[in-house]
């Protein structure tokens, strides 16, 4: 029987590129001169440390370009607000990775509103997805592709 898994995965390795990129521009850029910005990385967040919520901001951008050039879509990126005190000002961000229970409902409704004759399984934080035609799993990837998510998908080991 034909089947398909949806994760929400993100590379780290090309975030840590992409952090290694930010953090070399942040360094080389003149509006940063002499202060201590830079970016941290820790297991699923990034923080980013500067002296004012301004550089904070900018510092996002550069980010969000980086990750953008290295194929990691921006919606995984949970940005939380600017926290400033005296000199420093910092910045949590955190990495959406797997698809909790809620989300994992709601994609599992929406494919049986759709009256395709496929099945959808919760495995954990993945979903699986199943079907007798590769047809009909095929409409449920360009379905969930159409669907408004706050977080990005992909499909992986699609079998015949």
Request: hydrophobic share 40%.
């Amino acid at each position: 029987m034909p089947s398909f898994d949806v994760v929400s995965e993100v590379n780290m390795h090309e975030v840590s590129n992409a952090l290694d990129q930010a953090n070399r521009e942040v360094t080389t850029r003149f509006d940063f001169k002499g202060s201590d910005a830079k970016f941290e990385v820790e297991e699923n967040a990034i923080r980013l440390l500067a002296q004012s919520e301004f550089q904070l901001q900018q510092m996002l951008d550069i980010l969000q370009t980086k990750l953008a050039k290295r194929g990691v879509d921006i919606l995984s990126l949970d940005v939380q607000p600017p926290e400033s005190s005296g000199k420093h000002a910092r910045q949590a961000i955190t990495l959406k990775q797997g698809i909790d229970s809620a989300l994992a409902k709601t994609l599992v409704k929406m494919i049986k509103d759709s009256k395709l004759k496929v099945q959808a399984a919760i495995q954990g934080d993945k979903l699986r997805v199943s079907g007798a035609k590769k047809d009909d799993l095929q409409a449920t990837i360009a379905l969930l592709r159409k669907a408004d998510i706050s977080q990005p998908l992909q499909y992986e080991n699609f079998r015949d």
